[in-house]
């Protein structure tokens, strides 16, 4: 027999008074929205360079962002925004590709591959509803490594951007996940210590590493349901509505907080 999906697949969750939350892969299904977008645009591309199909076009970007994002501290950090490296990497995979873009049409680009990723994000009314719940008993939060703009309009855009008290944006601020500072900020931010914390989030070495050495709770969300790669007990779960439904019935048992009137 299967176990209950809404069960965690290892140890129970913790007493907090904090849960804070990863925005991409998490709360957010981005790699699916990126994918939609990245072939809309490559289509488009090739239709205006015919010697060079989309599936070149995408498979270089693909490599290209990988390869850059993966080394973000050495190869995009000196750019200074997030704009100007999403520009790059678009720069650098179709120069590979053997597609020059002017500089009016390079930004447009950008901002229209950009732009199709946030415009596709949908309020999830289930999610929603759990998060206007959640809010009642627990502190909410979110911290990011993307950039401020982009990352506010996508909570904005999924409809969760009222219920957390704080969106820590790591990108052009410093260190980035899993390096302690942005968990730190977002405890500073609550005035609350890190233990008292949960941290809910898709990458085992970001999210769940980061987490445990700043001294939070980690929740990992992994689709596979697969072991934890890593020493140490971790709480998991196979989807974000999983998580959300354990964490409202622990909430169901706990008193509603008392908030200063908005």
């Not at 704009?83 to 053997?98: D, S, Y």
């Not at 020059?100 to 049409?105: A, D, M, S, V």
């Not at 590493?209 to 349901?225: F, K, M, Q, Y």
Request: a negative charge; one cysteine or more; glycine letters at 6%.
């Amino acid at each position: 027999m299967n176990p209950d999906p809404h069960q965690p697949l290892a140890p129970p969750l913790p007493a907090v008074t904090t849960v804070l939350f990863d925005i991409d892969n998490t709360l957010i299904p981005t790699r699916a929205i990126w994918q939609r977008a990245l072939h809309a645009v490559a289509a488009r591309l090739a239709d205006a360079h015919p010697g060079v199909s989309a599936a070149v076009i995408a498979s270089t970007y693909v490599n290209t962002s990988d390869r850059l994002w993966g080394n973000y501290d050495h190869a995009l950090a000196a750019l200074g925004s997030h704009t100007a490296a999403r520009r790059h990497v678009w720069e650098v995979a179709l120069r590979e590709a053997g597609i020059e873009l002017g500089e009016r049409q390079l930004t447009a680009h950008v901002d229209d591959f950009a732009h199709r990723q946030v415009r596709a994000i949908r309020p999830v009314p289930s999610t929603v509803d759990a998060f206007r719940r959640l809010a009642q008993v627990y502190q909410l939060g979110v911290i990011t490594n993307g950039d401020a703009d982009h990352q506010h309009a996508k909570v904005k855009q999924a409809g969760l951007d009222p219920y957390f008290e704080t969106v820590v944006c790591a990108l052009g601020n410093g260190h980035r996940k899993p390096h302690p500072a942005p968990f730190h900020r977002a405890c500073e931010d609550l005035a609350v210590r890190p233990e008292q914390c949960l941290y809910v989030g898709d990458e085992w070495d970001t999210d769940v590493v980061g987490a445990r050495a700043a001294g939070l709770h980690p929740v990992w969300i992994t689709p596979t349901g697969q072991p934890p790669p890593g020493s140490g007990p971790t709480t998991r779960f196979t989807n974000l509505a999983s998580c959300l439904t354990v964490l409202r019935d622990h909430a169901a048992s706990k008193p509603i907080r008392e908030t200063e009137p908005t």
